[in-house]
């Protein structure tokens, strides 16, 4: 069964630095996502991307955020200067369609940001 | 109000019992709804859709009331394996983005 795949599993950074989560989606799917999941917390909504371009994003989705499909399968989310803040489950994830689509997530990247 | 709303629980069951669990969404634009399910520090993963004349799927149940606004899920003969939160996730026509309630926590207990 195709299935989203997330690097890395876990990614601990000092404040201040970059970092670029990676996620490869379904081979089929036209439509991505980032969410993110602080601890004890629900999933929050990011940013939504369709045909190379961000399609909806989320107050949370500030300057320090950005995505890019660099390829035909990677799609990733980078985070320019992190704060303790970011510390979170981030979750990718991808659909055939957009809107009521049924989205597929990877299985997240846990970053802690020191 | 809260976009979507849960009883956070946990709900303790024993095995073999039916468990419900509800939400209530607040945006009457919201046209698709869905439960996942989550298990500890895991992915959310597709339980269900939730069509508006109710579907079923195997020992699982989801009602859609628009009226009040409100998605129930059932789950009939409880087995361990069930333990894990389950969420609530709505979707507006014309936005891209799942709203998440923040899930209600079940035990099925042995």
């Known amino acids: 069964e195709p299935e989203v795949t997330q690097t890395p599993s876990h990614q601990v950074t000092q404040m201040g630095q970059e970092v670029i989560l990676r996620c490869v989606p379904i081979?089929?799917?036209?439509?991505f996502y980032w969410y993110r999941q602080i601890l004890g917390q629900k999933v929050e909504f990011l940013v939504s991307?369709?045909?190379?371009?961000?399609?909806?994003k989320s107050e949370i989705f500030d300057d320090q955020f950005s995505v890019e499909r660099p390829d035909g399968s990677n799609f990733t989310l980078k985070i320019r200067s992190t704060k303790l803040e970011d510390s979170a489950m981030y979750f990718c994830?991808?659909?055939?369609?957009?809107?009521?689509?049924?989205?597929?997530f990877g299985p997240g990247t846990r970053l802690l940001v020191l | 109000r809260k976009e979507v709303e849960q009883d956070p629980g946990p709900f303790n069951v024993p095995e073999g019992a039916t468990v419900a669990f509800n939400c209530t969404y607040s945006?009457?634009?919201?046209?698709?709804f869905f439960w996942y399910r989550q298990d500890c520090r895991k992915e959310p993963k597709l339980l269900m859709s939730?069509?508006?004349s109710g579907n079923e799927d195997g020992r699982f149940t989801a009602q859609l009331n628009r009226a009040s606004q409100y998605i129930s899920l059932l789950i009939r003969d409880s087995k361990l394996s069930d333990s894990a939160t389950y969420l609530c996730?709505?979707?507006?026509?014309?936005?891209?983005?799942?709203?998440f309630g923040t899930g209600t926590r079940l035990k099925v207990l042995a």
């Open positions: 994830a991808s659909s055939e369609a957009a809107g009521g689509g049924t989205q597929y």
């Open positions: 081979s089929n799917h036209l439509y």
């Open positions: 991307f369709y045909n190379n371009e961000i399609s909806e």
């Open positions: 945006n009457s634009a919201s046209q698709s």
């Open positions: 939730v069509y508006s």
């Open positions: 996730v709505v979707s507006t026509s014309g936005t891209y983005k799942y709203i």
